[in-house]
């Protein structure tokens, strides 16, 4: 019953379009009330039951960087690495530290999340690309899906974008 619920799950979002997803949110620092803007993972153009996604978050403190969060939806494991192609350029990602975070909802779905460092320019490389690839690298081996790619376009994607919109309203 626990897969049949999982996989009931995985197909009713798959339902939804690629432009639904959650909203970017900007809060305030108490540390130094500059601006951080956090947009949760959203899923990549997934073709399996287990796939890619990202998030972000940005700090006005640091304009010129945010941290990338590479997902694995569907399965708990390591995440050792991040990587895009973009329109045929490969750019690897740096780990921002620590260990990857395990996620479990109603104990059916799960999930692996982990920050990588990523320079701001690259939202606007994914954004304005015609092709742009991610794969993750676990311990399992590499797992591989499109943000986008000509007709094809992901939750991720349009995520992505909501989230550059939020940082420039919130001054970035």
Same mark, same amino acid.
């Given at each position: 019953m626990r897969g049949f619920t999982a996989l009931a799950a995985a197909l009713a979002l798959a339902a939804c379009g690629t432009t639904t997803?959650?909203? *970017?949110?900007?809060?305030?620092?108490?540390?130094?009330?500059?601006?951080?803007?956090?947009?949760?993972?959203?899923?990549? *153009?997934?073709?399996? $039951?287990?796939?890619?996604g990202f998030g972000g978050q940005w700090q006005e403190a640091k304009p010129d960087m945010f941290l990338l969060r590479a997902a694995v939806f569907n399965?708990?494991? *390591?995440?050792?690495?991040a990587s895009f192609n973009?329109?045929?350029?490969v750019v690897e990602l740096e780990p921002a530290g620590g260990f990857t975070d $395990?996620?479990?909802?109603?104990?059916?779905?799960e999930g692996s999340e982990k920050? $990588?460092?990523?320079?701001?320019?690259?939202?606007?490389?994914?954004?304005?690309?015609?092709?742009?690839?991610?794969?993750?690298t676990t311990s399992d081996g590499n797992?591989?899906?499109?943000?986008?790619?000509?007709?094809?376009?992901?939750?991720?994607?349009?995520?992505?974008?909501?989230f550059s919109a939020e940082i420039s309203a919130a001054g970035g």
């Open positions: 997803g959650m909203a *970017a949110k900007t809060t305030y620092s108490g540390f130094d009330d500059s601006a951080v803007v956090h947009i949760n993972p959203h899923g990549n *153009a997934c073709t399996q $039951f287990i796939c890619t399965e708990t494991t *390591a995440i050792l690495g973009i329109d045929g350029e $395990f996620e479990r909802v109603l104990d059916t779905v920050d $990588f460092v990523a320079p701001i320019s690259l939202i606007d490389r994914i954004l304005t690309a015609d092709r742009v690839w991610m794969r993750v797992l591989e899906d499109a943000v986008i790619d000509g007709g094809k376009d992901s939750k991720a994607y349009h995520a992505l974008r909501r």
